[in-house]
């Protein structure tokens, strides 16, 4: 086939990297024009990666292999996995490049070239099918993230930027002691080759730490979260949409990709820390998220909670729990990239964070309230909306591992609802008790035009989910039958003989096929 | 082996010497002849080299003179790295000694004779040959130190490096007859031969106060306090060569000594190496974090990477030493780079200027000086997708493989102090208001140097990782 020739995925890596060169040396209104239309290739490519992906063919599709560095392996070769996560963002970029395109009025090109550069790396993290490719990826997207934090963010953006650095370096950098111990037992860098690679138990607990000491910056769990606050709150609007849409997606990757399948039986092991962790993340973080009076503050902590949710989903070691981990993941990555828009919308006419200068703007901004109020709902998780769909699952999922750490997580969504429906309520409804406020206009064009796009997507996946599962469901068994070995026995045990309620039992065959297959 | 084989085997610096010479009755001719004599000074060097290649390439490995020194890949490979970054250092110097008065034929002669010395060094098996090559490069460096004399910062430098470099080779010159006295012999192959049977207290006393004086001619800590002022003070071209030539040329000669005199009894030095590669590292992260002079901060960047080049000795292994010749050629190609830079920052008034307060805001008004000096600062903190993770990569791979797990948990994780320091450089020049105290660079030497040096530190620097990767792998075979 012809199709099957052509580096895709390479051609993705290098549009924004050529792009970024040009944006540096053209005036400001080519730059984002340039900007703008390397990322909308992109997404065009990335559809085309979408459309031409087969869910039943091979594991590995769109390879690419080149020897040009030595011992770093061009190698690039997506799963679905990948390729959702790939899709998330290429659809978030052209969205950022159009949020930046009036706030951003110095060093535009520096901003472009940043941003792209920033694409480019999270596109390699997802495709890099070589240990140290994708540490060089994971790991070089720190510097244009501290540049766009650091030159274009709030007040406080040199402290937040320093943060965000060296806390995210000092957890990778053992990661990479790990993987260089990983590669000389393996014997190759190849991720697919360690994917099946049984590394000794005793090994796989310092490995599993090291590993865990990078995601879970990344991702971030609690306690080591502290850094998203200040990063998210100084960044300037789309860096905070491309850190929580896509950054923070790189610690859950992570786990999927490297911790369930490499370190099976360390990951069963460590369970109850996990878990532990979370259920602080979920029930901490939403209260801290409660009293927050900025409103980046408050979707940050939002985000450390929803993501302890997908922790949550990613270890119960079961197909509904992982899948619904990831749905999490995509859906948090437009919801809460939305947010931060929504928030950009208003703070660009404000020029203020803080929730109480606003109040009452769905009565002079009609449309930004209705579309507001559509993500609030979907980051509780609202049926029908994209947060439904992975916080069922992956509780459900959940719930199969431990009652305890469901229950506690389920309180997360309660909580949830109480501080995403406060917010909601102190800004859009009640009286207009601040004049400047009150005299805001209504989002016009170029925001319609970022909002709606990602508006479509959220109810497109609360309604109708399986087109973003089916792509996944192939790779999240082939991960669940690879760890199924040391999956927790769990404390959630139906009764076997219940007359009473046996008529209702529904028996999902070949769910439970794969669930009896694996002991 | 007779005498003109032996001769032809030193070719590289016997045509030094000459050239060294001859340029120095050039001199004394005409005063006024430092570009001309910097010129034919590159010449030679450039001639050198050529025959060092010859060499590489031959594949030879021949000891010379009854065994006072060797030619072998190892040797050579340092060689090339000496002698080009040499030619760089005389390249970008003239126009700023022009600026302070001091542009004369004797600087590029110091530098040849300077290379003559790291020759032998990088040669020598032997420690009388050792010591001679060891001090005719230090000679020739207090001289350069203090080149400008009318600035009291560089006598000064010139002072202390002579003062504190007599010491160390005092502690070396102990330890070497320490060395021969229990050992019997002063060669390097003997010394190992005595070492496999026995070591007692003296032999073990002589090779630490080796090490000691080695420790301080590569600035490891704890013998590093001499770093921070001698690069203050010394002329700047002058710091870019002391922080690139003599390093390669010391750190290989105490690769040489480790692995082939002592190397039959690894438990005697390496946990010596170790203690001074973590210190190194931790004193030159946290050293430079309350620096105000870029200068003082570049020197105890030197220290901090000496640390991590001591990582691949400690392991003792030939991927360690390989690995060691990796991180020393991207080490030279950062630090020159970074050197160059600085000597860009001048101000409006034709000054040069070395502070961080004069380099803020530099984005603005001097974008492309701005990104190169930040990649190279990137790059020193081993960030990738910069060249200079490459190096920091192959050093700790190479400790993982030796079982040196600690030793690279402690050693990577220090790294993250010394992120630190190098990310403040980019945070002044892109995050702080502009001071506007810089002004065009008129030297398009240093542009082009710079920007070619920026390019190698880039990701396009990957693109070298095979061809160095075997020279440097064939460059350790020698010594195993």
Sequence with gaps: MNAADIPVLSIMLAIPVVAAALCLFVRAELARTVALVATLLNLVLGVVLWL????????????????????????????????????????????????????????????MAAFLLMETLMIGVFAAQDLLLFYIFFEAGLIPMYLIIGIWGGQDRIYASYKFFLYTLLGSLVMLIAMLWMIQFAGTADIPTLLNTDFPVEAQKWLWFAFFASFAVKMPMWPVHTWLPDAHVQAPTAGSVILAGVLLKMGGYGFLRFSLPMFPQASADFIPLVFGLSMVAVVYTSLVALVQQDMKKLIAYSSVAHMAIVTVGLFTFNQQGIEGAIIVMLSHGLVSGALFLCVGVIYDRLHTREISRYGGLSVNMPKYALLFMLFTMASVGLPGTSGFVGEFLSLAGAYKVSTWATFIATTGIILGAGYMLYLYRRIAFGPQVNADAAAMSDVNGRELWLLAPIAVVVLWMGVYPETFLAPIRRDVATIVDRVAPAAPAGDSKLKLVDPTTARYRVVHSPEKNMAEGSH | ????????????????????????????????????????????????????????????????????????????????????????????????????????????????????????????????????????????????????????RSAEAGLKYFVLGALASGMLLFGASLVYGFAGSTSFAAIGTAMDTDVGLGLIFGIVFILSGLAFKISAAPFHMWTPDVYEGAPTPVTAFFASAP?????????????????????????????????????????????????????????????????????????????????????VAMTLGSFVCLMQLKGHDGGYREEFADIAGLSKTRPALAAALAIFMFSLAGIPPLFGFWGKLVVFNAAVAANLLPLAVIGITASVIGAFYYLKVVKVMYFDDAADVIAESDDKVLVWTGGLLAAANSPLGYFAIPALGIWTAYAARALF
């Design chain 1, 52 to 111: 031409n992906y087969d869910p039943a063919g091979a594991q590995w599709q769109f390879t690419e292999s080149a020897t040009l560095f030595g011992p770093i392996g061009w190698r690039l070769g997506i799963d679905g996995i990948s390729l959702t996560l790939i899709m998330l963002s290429v659809f978030l970029m052209p969205i950022c490049i159009g949020a930046s395109w009036t706030s951003i009025q110095k060093r535009v090109g520096e901003y």
């Design chain 2, 1 to 152: 082996m007779e005498l003109n084989a032996s001769l032809s085997l030193v070719r590289p610096e016997i045509i030094l010497s000459f050239s060294a010479l001859a340029l120095l009755l050039l001199a004394a001719w005409r005063e006024q002849a430092g570009r001309l004599v910097s010129i034919l000074a590159v010449a030679a060097l450039g001639a050198a080299a050529a025959f060092v290649i010859s060499f590489m390439m031959n594949g030879t490995d021949v000891s010379a003179f009854d065994g006072l020194l060797v030619n072998d890949a190892f040797g050579n490979f340092s060689k090339i790295l000496i002698f080009i970054a040499a030619a760089i250092s005389l390249m970008i110097a003239p126009r700023f000694l022009e600026k302070a008065g001091a542009m004369r034929a004797e600087y590029p002669v110091l530098i040849l004779l300077s290379c003559i010395g790291m020759g032998v060094m990088v040669s020598a098996t032997d420690l009388i040959t050792l010591y001679i090559g060891l001090e005719l490069q230090s000679l020739s460096a207090y001289v350069l130190a203090s080149f400008v004399r009318s600035d009291g």
């Design chain 2, 247 to 331: 390093k390669v040329a010391a750190i290989a000669l105490t690769i040489r000594i480790v692995l082939e005199a002592f190397g039959s009894q690894i438990l005697v030095w390496q946990q010596i190496i170790i203690a001074v590669a973590l210190m190194s590292i931790i004193i030159g992260a946290v050293g430079a974090i309350g620096q105000q002079n870029l200068k003082r901060l570049m020197a105890y960047s030197s220290i901090n990477n000496v640390g991590f080049i001591l990582i691949g000795l400690a392991t003792g292994t030939e991927q360690g030493i390989a690995a060691m010749l990796v991180y020393l050629v991207i080490y």
